[in-house]
């Protein structure tokens, strides 16, 4: 049955659907890739029986003809996705011990529309890495490469996408948590415009940025999975009360393109072989037709210090309530309410989320506020700017997914250097903008990824683009 | 207390309760007494993911204040997380308002004897209440109750307008009657829906400056307010007159021994460190809703009264008795519906009744008596069907009983005896009795004419109509 894992959704839906295997064998098999290779170490949890029961479930709903869009379907979710009644870990010693009394909206979306849950992916602690390796639980291997990161935060999910121990996996995105891992695992993923997917029963990080998205096989795969996850959502204020274009039909409908490279972006390339598979790929792309233009965006390049003082004064505050007090980790050695705060968060959060509560609760302190968080938002204003200038000109932006393909796990120890990871991907974060990854090329052997950055609501251009892409290049073939 | 020529400048904090069906940001329901952490969901209870969601009741209540007062009303409506930790506050930041309250700048008229007095309303912006720490429940523990934890509050921060403890009383009177006329909370301080700080300094008349000021907390009835603030200007007096400074802290009022004691110093205050919260996006509120929220405003106290003065003529004093608060008032209005005189009605509901309630320690609506009661005691009276004293009877059994009056009156023989007849045989039957008094009283002893009314007031318990027994008293000796 090992054949079956390797189908993209798009076959696995039709295969289900004219009954030439069930749902029964595809997570059967899915489920012994995963014990399989437990070694790579991508699930926090793994849910084998209630899958098995939901697969007979599924097997029923096909056959009585009653099938939802993604009936049977496996797939994994980052164990940033509360769901009820499960283990929920959000990746930290703090939450090893929380189970959710409710479910997330991603959950909950893409349950109703008929898939099943195998388990819950591995991811850097709270989403706050790059590489996988601040979860409580262990790094992800990269199932290309062992000795290698699977990038992160979404390590866990673009990991158990490559290795095929899912169909697709839920992900979430901050500053690039589902692009870079996508690049370095080579597989697709999508952060969708801020606001197209609820953000109800997601573990915040930075709530002006984080948005869920998918991780799949292709671009034809993420649109499908994007389009069953997204819509309003009353809970979530910061949800777009916007229909949900069918992504399915515009994956592949006859589009035309303007793409928009930014002036100046690759003569700063560092990396030969990353700078010209980007060229490479621009130019397959311009060769099929797609118009190119340089674009301006002169604010980008503040992208990173503007988002390191944001998105950790956000998680400074979004981290308070794990005191110890309602649940999560409580340290036992408490004898003073001081000491319950101090010694449940000290034992409780690992050393990268510490370092980023510090940097935000410093950033808005009474005196510092305006010289960091102020100044901030208002960079992060000029960028958004920047970019609705240049999307009068374009249909999309291409940039690189990172500067570099995947790195060996433990082989960063400056955090500077590891923030620079995401040197590419914040720009669209802090603009709210959708964005995509897609393998391009190699560098050192190991995939690397081309970004698509689209217009707000525009995910379908961008999926387009890529699945355009994709037609001309094997790139995104698993080998 | 001595002033001394010192002149106390104090400013008051108002946290007011607002009468919405469910929480700021949740919808858990809000209603007090009910059994600890039945009422908090997962939004209260600050869950991992969760996400709030604003209660747009709790919008169009503080515009009613806002309108009321005449205040200025802020075009958007941002909020911000002030962040601080403590166990009752389960997101470890309290969801409120920095910049841009809903409510700016307005005013408040206060009556002092003959003369009013303008004070200056800073501020009134929405919030969300904190849980309750309950201390005295376990022997090693402490204990949190939830419920109350997202409740709405408006917290309303005066000028340093008020000049002593009696203006602060007056003032925080004048709220009390502003919001419960609006209908926008039940003001009840021995509940907690209206809570207040107060700023307290004191300076000579001749100083530019303000002097230095503390911050007293937790004094939560009229009687308190009034208790704490001559307290704590005494103890600024006396501090600075032996030449020692006032330190600039927080301080706790302690009821039981009538006095304030150091809390916390400026320097131990919280940085709240406030930024706009993420989770919500700015509410903007046009000018039709504003003017559409004036035009439906209620009659508020100071019109009522007005019109209660020249349609009832009623005295300043007893006008300003019955509109003390929203259910005296429309108790008065419903007891004069059933056509009695606005004279008696006042005599009656704010004698005999009032010294009821107070000395049951009830307010108006929760008392047996209803204005049907009142109206017919005052009609039985006018028609001189029952005896002052009977009525006062009545309306004690009424009090405790409820019931109804005409029943009341058959069932306790209450009916007064206007015949002539009748009342004749009580007298005969009274003069024949004390033969010897009535030969005193023919020959001018005229004190004893109030023995033989009594004496027949007695046979008739009370129930005889003096006025007749005397005439035909006087009948009698005229023989």
Not at chain 2, 409 to 432: A, H, M, P, T
Request: proline share 4%; glycine share 6%; with cysteine.
């Amino acid at each position: 049955m090992s054949e079956l894992i390797n189908l993209s959704l798009t076959d696995q839906v039709l295969g289900l659907g004219d009954k030439s295997f069930s749902s029964k064998e595809i997570t059967g098999a899915y489920l012994n890739e995963i014990k399989k290779k437990e070694s790579l170490n991508c699930f926090i949890s793994v849910f084998e029986e209630e899958s098995e029961e939901k697969a007979l479930i599924a097997d029923e709903n096909i056959a009585k003809n009653k099938a939802r869009p993604l009936e049977g379907i496996p797939i994994a979710h980052k164990d940033i996705f509360c769901i009820k009644d499960k283990k929920t870990t959000c990746g930290s010693k703090m939450l090893s011990n929380f189970i959710s009394p409710y479910s997330s909206e991603v959950f909950s979306k893409l349950d109703t529309a008929g898939a099943i849950t195998l388990g819950k992916t591995n991811m850097d602690e709270f989403a706050m890495g790059s590489s996988n390796e601040t979860s409580f639980y262990g790094n992800v291997l990269n199932p290309i490469n062992e000795k290698l990161s699977p990038g992160g935060s979404s390590g866990g999910s673009a990991a158990a996408v490559r290795a095929n121990l899912c169909s697709f996996a839920t992900a979430t995105d901050t500053g690039g948590s589902i692009r870079q891992p996508a690049s370095f695992c080579g597989v697709t993923g999508i952060k969708p415009t801020y606001g197209r997917v609820s953000r109800w029963g997601m573990i915040a990080f930075a709530s002006s940025l984080d948005q869920a998205g998918i991780i799949a096989k292709n671009a034809k795969d993420a649109a499908i999975a994007l389009k069953y996850m997204s819509g309003f959502d009353q809970k979530d204020s910061t949800s777009l009360n916007e229909e949900v274009k069918d992504l399915q039909k515009e994956v592949d409908a006859d589009q035309e393109h303007v793409i928009g490279i930014p002036k100046g972006l690759i003569e700063n390339i560092k990396n030969d072989q990353v700078r010209d598979s980007f060229k490479n790929a621009i130019s397959i792309l311009e060769k099929d037709g797609a118009k190119i233009k340089e674009i301006n965006l002169p604010h980008i390049e503040y992208s990173l210090p503007a988002y390191y003082v944001i998105a950790p004064a956000e998680c400074s505050a979004n981290l308070a309530r794990y005191d110890g007090i309602r649940f999560g980790h409580r340290s036992e050695s408490v004898s003073s309410l001081e000491d319950l705060y101090v010694n449940s968060r000290t034992e409780g959060f690992g050393k990268e989320v510490k370092n980023r509560i510090f940097i935000g609760t410093f950033c808005l302190s009474a005196g510092y506020y305006d010289a960091f968080y102020n100044k901030a938002l208002k960079i992060r204003n000029l960028i958004k700017s920047d970019f609705d200038e240049a999307f009068k000109k374009v249909s999309s932006i291409a940039m690189p997914t990172c500067s570099n393909s995947s790195f060996e796990l433990g082989s960063i120890s400056d955090p500077v250097e590891m923030y620079e990871q995401d040197i590419y991907t914040i720009p669209a974060n802090l603009a709210g903008l959708p964005a995509l990854s897609i393998p391009s090329g190699t560098a050192d052997e190991m995939p690397i990824g081309l970004q698509l950055i689209g217009n707000y609501l525009e995910e379908g251009r961008i999926l387009n683009l890529a699945n355009k892409f994709q037609k001309l290049t094997d790139f995104h073939e698993f080998k | 207390m001595s002033l001394n020529n010192w002149q106390p400048v104090i400013g008051l904090e108002v946290h007011v309760q607002l009468a919405t069906k469910t929480k700021l940001f949740s919808s858990s329901p809000i209603a007090f007494g009910a059994e600890p952490n039945t009422q908090a969901s997962e939004i209260d209870l600050g869950l991992p993911g969760v996400l709030p969601v604003l209660n747009k009741e709790a919008i169009s209540q503080a515009l009613k204040f806002g309108c009321a007062i005449n205040a200025e009303i802020s075009e958007k409506v941002i909020f911000a997380r002030k962040n601080y930790f403590y166990p009752d506050l389960p997101k470890g930041y309290q969801i409120s308002q920095l910049d841009d309250p809903i409510v700016g700048k307005g005013s408040i008229e206060i009556k002092l004897g003959e003369k009013s007095k303008i004070i200056g309303v800073t501020r009134a912006h929405l919030e969300e209440d904190a849980g309750k720490s309950i201390h005295d429940l376990y022997s090693n523990n402490s204990a949190i109750d939830l419920n109350r934890a997202g409740t709405c509050l408006l917290e309303i921060v005066s000028e340093p307008d008020l000049s002593s403890a009696e203006e602060a009383v007056e003032y925080l009177k004048k709220i009390h009657s502003i919001v419960t006329f609006l209908g926008i909370s039940d003001g009840d301080m021995s509940q907690g829906s209206m809570r207040c700080d107060a700023n307290v300094s004191v300076k000579k008349p001749d100083d530019q400056e303000l002097g230095t000021r503390t911050e007293l907390k937790n004094i939560n009835s009229f009687k308190f307010v009034e208790k704490a603030i001559i307290f704590e200007i005494d103890r600024q007096i006396k501090k600075l007159e032996k030449g020692e400074e006032i330190i600039q802290e927080t301080r706790l009022y302690d009821s039981k021994k009538n006095l304030t004691r150091s809390m916390r110093s400026k320097e131990e205050a919280n940085d709240y460190r406030y930024f706009p919260e993420p989770d919500l996006i700015p509410i903007k509120i046009s000018k039709d809703q504003i003017n559409d929220v004036r035009k439906n405003l209620p009659e508020l106290p100071e019109i009522m009264k007005e019109r209660f003065m020249k349609s009832y003529e009623l005295s300043d004093d007893n006008a300003e008795l019955v509109t003390i608060n929203k259910e005296t008032a429309s108790f008065f209005e419903e007891v004069l519906s059933y056509k009695v005189s606005p004279k008696n009605a006042v005599n009656w509901i704010t004698g005999d009744l009032f010294a009821l309630l107070n000395k049951n320690d009830t307010n108006i609506s929760e008392s047996k008596v209803n204005p049907k009661h009142i109206s017919e005691i005052i009609q039985n009276i006018e028609d001189q069907k029952i005896s002052g004293p009977s009525a006062k009877k009545l309306l004690e059994i009424v009090w405790s009983e409820g019931g109804e009056i005409q029943e009341l009156i058959q069932k306790e023989g209450l009916e007064q005896i206007s015949n002539d007849d009748e009342i004749e045989r009580f007298l005969d039957e009274v003069i024949s009795e004390n033969q010897k008094q009535f030969e005193q009283l023919k020959s001018g002893k005229d004190r004893l004419q109030g023995f033989f009314v009594g004496q027949v007031m007695k046979k008739t318990s009370g129930s005889a109509s003096p006025q007749v027994v005397n005439k035909l008293l006087k009948d009698k000796l005229s023989k």
